[in-house]
């Protein structure tokens, strides 16, 4: 980390790909709340997750951004568009999409925006990190997550599975309360 | 003999041309396998089944999937009214699409010389390649899915319904099949796999060096088959065809694509798929290109272009697999699937890669083998106990409920109307005729509601 940064002037080719791949998932993300069609809402967080599974790749994090299309493109959104068709769907679009506090959820999200990119802008102006191939590999993400981060990895693991557990517990109607 | 083939360093270094000229190849040899493979299905479930199949179009009827895709190129192509035009058109081609890039890691061959140049046989490589695979694996079920929304119809959503559910599912079974494969061979990269299955080590036995074999089908058959009945399901074929199941939803998906090239293309992303899980199962379990035993023992068997031939035969093999499942297995029930994969497979998979893992560690150099045995025969011991404890209480939960069937049976003797089978809502408010411009125009067609 004591490369010194190059400028920001002129852009790189990475770099305009990158910026790119951000403003497709901006815009995306923007129709996914702002459309009036269910499914089509699901759709766009698709094309969201890809784009982000390329900025990924772009920074030479492939096993990442593989995983970014497996997990999430592949199970998480189709798990979605099932819950969607399994209780209605619409066909074009619904008037009662609109929620009545989206102001102040627009307040909230704009909000944690700012504070994320000041945080990043201020701890990371300066640090530099050259895009070598193979970083991202397999081999080196695992032995950084299962040396350094391993508490980490293993505290969300637990959260996980108390999420899982929870789950259960809420959608078995056999097991009884406390009377 | 053992020519370990190429490594991830050796991918990259191609010029574009080269490159091209390969995924031309790799298109047409799918294009061509798709036609022929149709054909071969059919002739061989045909024999399987004491009938000729297609000896119309052509010698030996080779021509019949040419005339077929004429007819389909040809036919009238259909648009139903009040389906969501957009996502109706890029269904069929969402699924398609990524059904080809799979086969863009796929390794078919060692370094060869092509036009001056020493290249792999194989597109490109990633230290991912597996992953990409799975993702694009992923990806194809959008195709369906969004084909049975897309159609607006009562079967079709139906159809897409139990796709999502079960590939999604199956994906999970079949990716867990894979980690055993990268314990063993300690990366994700095809080509780097294939080399691993070259040469096996020796069994030393009272003082006797007995040669392993070396492909992972032997080493790893738990994972190799709990891989092969996933591949079954992650492609919708039979013994898990339900997302088309003919006997229960017409068409399933793709009903309301009766006619013309989308139809084609659905044929056609199925077909490739088939051939990409074969070639996945060749690569991880199968040793690859690399040829099989009595011809390995000839020196020049794994070199130059003979590799492709070794993968084909091997390919080839695997698809005839996959006709005789078809010819001897019915479709199972959609409860019986999701329990299958869920509470049989993932199981077991978990379970055996646990297994796979101990035996890894006990090969280490370093290793702990006392502490690791001891450990070892605490948790079998454990397992054991909940084991018992568990059977106990479902032999009574077994004995209970088939009390509760005996009663059933009695009760439908006295009168045959009561209960009877819940059958799904098939009268969906736009399937009674109504006119959608009749309707009031801000009206919601909900599924399953009446």
New interface residues.
Partial sequence: MTLQAPGFWPPTGPEIVFLLLGVVALGSALLVVTTRQLVHAALWLVVCFGALAGGYLVLTAEFVAWVQVLIYVGAVVVLLLFGIMLTRAPIGRSADLDSGNRWAAALVALATAAVLVTVVVSGFRTAYAPLDPGQGAAKPLGSSIFRTWVLPFEALSVLLLAALVGAIVLSRTDIQGRK | MNNPGPTLSDFGHDPLWISIIKAVAIFVFLMLGVLFGVWTERKLISRMQHRYGPNRAGKFGLLQSVADGLKMGLKEDLMPR???KV?YFLAPVVIAVPAFLAFSVIPFGPMVWMFGHKTPLQLTD???AV??V??T???G??GI??A??GS?SPYA?LG??RS??Q??SY?IAM?LSFVAVFLKAGT?STSEIVAKQAGGGTWDIFGMHIPTPSWYVFSLIPSFLIYAVTMLGETNRVPFDLPEGEGELVGGFHTEYSSSLKFAMFMLAEYVNVFTVSAMAITLFLGGWRAPWPISLWDGANTGWWPMLWFFAKLALAFAFFVWVRASLPRVRYDQLMAFGWKVLIPLNLGWILLAATLQALRLPESNRNGILAFGAVVVIAGLGIWLRFDTVNQRRREARAAEVEEEFEQLREEPAAGGFPVPPLDLPHYHGVVPSARAP?E??????N
């Fill in positions: 009040t389906v969501d996502i990633l230290p991912v992953l990409l799975l993702a694996a992923s990806i079920v959008y899915v969004l049975g929304w607006r959503i897409g319904l999502s559910a590939v999604v994906e990716g994700l801000k919601e067609v909900t599924s399953g509601s």
